[in-house]
């Protein structure tokens, strides 16, 4: 079985799909059934995005984007101070 990897917009429309299907007399296992992933995925996605909306994840999905660029400009940024910092060693 092959691994699919979801955006955060179609997770947050699954969990809503199951919340409807739930108030429709459908039980909770036989609506995770429907949409396709196993309880395991289901209780990992409830429990990142439940309560989330679209805009929201999009959101989240942006602010994870600038903390990964700004972990990469901190780590660019000490490897070359402590490059500097054995370069001025060496000449002292």
């Known amino acids: 079985m092959s691994k699919k ?3 955060p ?3 947050i429309s699954k969990l809503r799909e199951v919340e409807v299907m739930q108030s429709q007399g459908c039980t909770q296992e ?3 059934r429907q949409i396709g992933v196993t309880g395991n995925t289901f209780y990992r996605w409830r429990k990142q995005y439940g309560g989330m909306k679209l805009d929201q994840a999009k959101r989240l999905k942006e602010l994870e984007a ?7 400009a901190v780590a660019e940024l000490t490897i070359d101070n402590q490059i500097l910092k054995e370069v001025s060693k060496g000449k002292f």
């Open 66 to 72: 600038e903390n990964n660029r700004l972990k990469k």
């Open 9 to 11: 917009e179609v997770i």
């Open 30 to 32: 036989e609506a995770i």
């Open 5 to 7: 990897t979801y955006s």
